[in-house]
C-alpha cells in the first residue's frame, strides 16, 4: 500500500453528471510539480431521466461522500476514487413531497467506522393553523446496510442550507428556528453518543 499523501481537487460538471477528482502529490501545493505527477479521477452520478440535485456531502481518509436528491428520494454513495470503489447506501424516501435534506459525514473514532447523518426537514400545519417545522433525523453506519431513526433535531430547530461539518467525531450544522428571525446557533452531533449539544450562538444583523 503506498504511503504517499495526495491532496484532492473536486469538480462536479452538472451538463455530463460527472465528478472530476484532480490528485497531485501533498508537496504540489508549494512546488511546481509536472503533468505527470497528476492524476483525473472521474465518477459518473446516477442519472435515470429524473430531475435531481447533486450534493459534495463531505471527506475524510480519502472517502467522499455524495448525495444526490431527485424529488422526495435521496441516494448517498460513498466513493473511494483511489480504488475506484462506490457504495452506495439504501435510498432515503421523504416524509413529505416538499421537503429541505441536508446531510453530514464523518468518522466514529470510538467504533472505527463511518457514519451519514441525513436530516429530512418539512413544514406541517398545528391545530391552531401555524406552520411548525418538523425534522426526520437518519443515521447510517457504513456497513449495516439500514437507516436507523434518532431523536429529531433539536430545540425547535432546523439546519440551515449547506452539509454539515465533521470535526473531532462531531458533525456541525449552522441552525435557526424558523419564522423567528434570524438569530443562529450552532448544533454539534457526537457520532459516537449520538446525542446534539448547542455549542454556540450567533447573532446576524442587518445593515441597513
Not at 27 to 42: A, F, H, P, R, W
Request: charged content about 20%; aromatic content about 14%; proline content about 3%.
Amino acid at each position: 500500500m503506498s504511503t504517499t499523501r495526495h491532496f484532492h481537487f473536486i469538480n462536479y460538471y452538472n451538463h455530463v453528471g460527472k465528478y472530476i477528482i484532480t490528485s497531485c502529490p501533498l508537496l504540489c501545493v508549494s512546488t511546481v510539480v509536472s503533468t505527470n505527477d497528476i492524476k483525473q479521477l472521474g465518477y459518473s452520478s446516477y442519472k435515470d431521466g429524473y430531475r435531481h440535485r447533486d450534493a459534495i456531502v463531505g471527506s475524510y481518509n480519502g472517502i467522499l461522500c455524495l448525495a444526490q436528491v431527485y424529488y422526495n428520494v435521496s441516494f448517498v454513495l460513498l466513493w473511494n476514487p483511489s480504488i475506484r470503489k462506490v457504495k452506495k447506501l439504501p435510498c432515503l424516501k421523504d416524509p413529505c413531497y416538499i421537503s429541505k435534506n441536508t446531510f453530514g459525514f464523518g468518522y466514529n473514532f470510538v467504533t472505527d467506522n463511518y457514519k451519514v447523518v441525513a436530516i429530512l426537514t418539512y413544514d406541517v400545519r398545528d391545530s391552531d393553523g401555524d406552520v411548525v417545522c418538523k425534522t426526520v433525523v437518519k443515521v447510517n453506519t457504513l456497513g449495516t446496510n439500514l437507516w436507523k431513526n434518532i431523536l429529531e433535531f433539536p430545540f425547535g430547530s432546523s439546519p440551515e442550507h449547506g452539509s454539515g461539518i465533521f470535526v473531532s467525531g462531531t458533525i456541525n450544522w449552522l441552525a435557526s428556528k424558523p419564522w423567528r428571525g434570524r438569530s443562529c446557533f450552532i448544533i454539534s452531533f457526537d457520532l459516537g453518543k449520538e446525542s446534539y449539544q448547542k455549542v454556540l450562538h450567533l447573532i446576524i444583523e442587518r445593515k441597513m
